[in-house]
């Protein structure tokens, strides 16, 4: 059974700096990109960042370039996002997501999310 589970949200102040986790279990990781997208109520969800496992391949939106890496541990089966320079606009529950690729073809597997709050 395919399963991604994301750790790591918390409240953190504009500036700060939050490294959330996405562990996978179920499937070929090397077959597949994972992709962090974040919504808030009553918003679309929206591609923060993706992962090409096979070689490793990265993209991010606009709005995170600079501010946000993410990074794979296939050892550990783990996608990690880390971000920096939090702003009260990154305020979302953030996803992980199966993907074939990282242009965002979705395999249909999403985690159940966890809850990034910036604020002062």
């Known amino acids: 059974q395919l399963r991604v589970v994301e750790s790591g949200g918390a409240s953190v102040q504009p500036g700060g700096s939050l490294r959330l986790s996405c562990t996978t279990s179920?499937?070929?990781?090397?077959?597949?990109?994972i992709a962090w997208l974040r919504q808030a109520r009553g918003k679309e969800r929206e591609g923060v960042s993706c992962?090409?496992?096979?070689?490793?391949?990265?993209y991010y939106a606009d709005s995170v370039k600079g501010r946000f890496t993410i990074s794979r541990d296939n050892g550990a089966r783990t996608i990690y996002l880390q971000m920096n320079n939090l702003k009260p606009d990154d305020t979302d529950v953030y996803y992980c997501?199966?993907?074939?690729?990282?242009?965002?073809?979705?395999?249909?597997?999403w985690g159940q999310g966890t809850q990034v709050n910036v604020s002062a």
């Open positions: 997501g199966i993907y074939y690729d990282c242009s965002y073809r979705p395999v249909g597997v």
């Open positions: 179920g499937f070929t990781l090397e077959w597949y990109a």
């Open positions: 992962i090409s496992i096979a070689d490793g391949k990265t």
